[in-house]
């Protein structure tokens, strides 16, 4: 099992930047992914930023240019920093973290509990 801590997050206006943070613990291996998905009431939970622990990133269209992934590896965690916030960016946020044993296995994915980010004037 592996179990998440998420941080951060809270109210910010229009063009402001916030941080979330999340940390991972328990039986970790050695190859993994760690990212970032939101979710709107009502929609579906979409990928919003990833990183593997080899640093290779993914973002959502809608976050590049404006959102930075980052991870470090010795303490298992992952940061997002949000810059430029636009209202649309209102969402519950949830750290994912992904592995496997080896490549002929299935990813588990874990979740974290969730951050609510609001962005409104």
């Known amino acids: 099992q592996v179990q998440l801590v998420e941080s951060g997050g809270g109210f910010v206006q229009p063009g402001g930047s916030l941080g979330l943070s999340c940390a991972a613990s328990?039986?970790?291996?050695?190859?993994?992914?760690m990212g970032w998905y939101r979710q709107v009431s009502g929609t579906e939970r979409e990928l919003v930023a990833t990183?593997?622990?080899?640093?290779?990133?993914e973002y959502a269209d809608s976050v590049k240019g404006r959102f930075t992934i980052s991870r470090n590896y010795a303490k298992k965690t992952v940061s997002l920093q949000m810059n430029s916030l636009k209202p649309e960016d209102t969402a519950v946020y949830f750290c994912?973290?992904?592995?496997?044993?080896?490549?002929?296995?299935?990813?588990?994915?874990?979740w974290g509990r969730g951050t609510r980010v609001t962005v409104a004037p």
């Open positions: 990183i593997s622990s080899g640093g290779t990133t």
């Open positions: 994912n973290f992904r592995q496997r044993r080896n490549v002929l296995d299935k990813y588990t994915d874990y």
């Open positions: 328990g039986n970790i291996f050695n190859v993994f992914i």
